[in-house]
T-cell receptor
């Protein structure tokens, strides 16, 4: 089964509104690293942010996420969406053996003027 | 300059043929991976290698064979190509073989179309 569940499909926002992309995960590890990767159109995925510490906010490029182990969540947020945030976002927990990252289905964020 | 070089960038192949996708990384990383992305499926893990040894394989079909001649080199041979193999194949690497805390760096991808 899936080890990560993300906000389904397409999220459309108007520029300036807050962004919230949900991610809940299952892992055998009690202290997992969680990752958010972003992929812009016609580009390859790249790391957006990652976290290991429970209940600590992690920030990068205006985005932030807090790992909550109690609820197995790692939601991605931004206070004000920009047009350039339009992209495909993947949440990724480590898979068993830590030999790979298994990406969720991804969420497409489309920001319009 | 890209630190992970994938060749070719674009490739059109005939059903039943065989192709090799090339990947070299110049990041000094010890682990390399292949992922596949298509319209039908999201970013899908295929193989992971560390120090030229296969660590994990999630590809059901033996038509996909990774080949590592050097630590920084991981090619992907695909035989008996099918239209369903049409996808963008991403090579990636990480510092250590464990992805715990380690960032995956992706190449620009090889876009394969099978006709």
């Amino acid at each position: 089964g899936d080890s990560v569940t993300q906000t389904e499909g397409l999220v459309t926002l108007t520029e300036g509104l807050p962004v919230m992309l949900n991610c809940t995960y299952q892992t055998i590890y009690s202290n997992p690293f969680l990752f958010w990767y972003v992929q812009h159109l016609n580009e390859s995925p790249r790391l957006l942010l990652k976290s290991f510490t429970d209940n600590k906010r992690t920030e990068h490029q205006g985005f932030h996420a807090t790992l909550h182990k109690s609820s197995s969540s790692f939601h991605l947020q931004k206070s004000s969406a920009q047009l350039s945030d339009s992209a495909l976002y993947y949440c990724a927990p480590p898979d068993s053996g830590y030999n790979k990252l298994t990406f969720g289905k991804g969420t497409v964020l489309l920001v319009s003027p | 300059d890209p630190k992970i070089i994938q060749k070719p960038k674009y490739l059109v192949a005939v059903t039943g043929s065989e192709k090799i996708l090339i990947c070299e990384q110049y990041l000094g990383h010890n682990a390399m991976y292949w992922y596949r992305q298509s319209a039908k499926k999201p970013l899908e893990f295929m193989f992971s290698y560390s120090y030229q040894k296969l660590m994990d394989n999630q590809t059901a079909s033996s038509r996909f064979q990774p080949q590592s001649s050097k630590k920084n080199h991981l090619d992907l041979q695909i035989t008996a190509l099918k239209p369903d193999d049409s996808a963008t194949y991403f090579c990636a690497s990480s510092q250590a073989r464990t992805v715990s805390g380690n960032t995956l760096y992706f190449g620009e991808g090889s876009r394969l179309i099978v006709v």
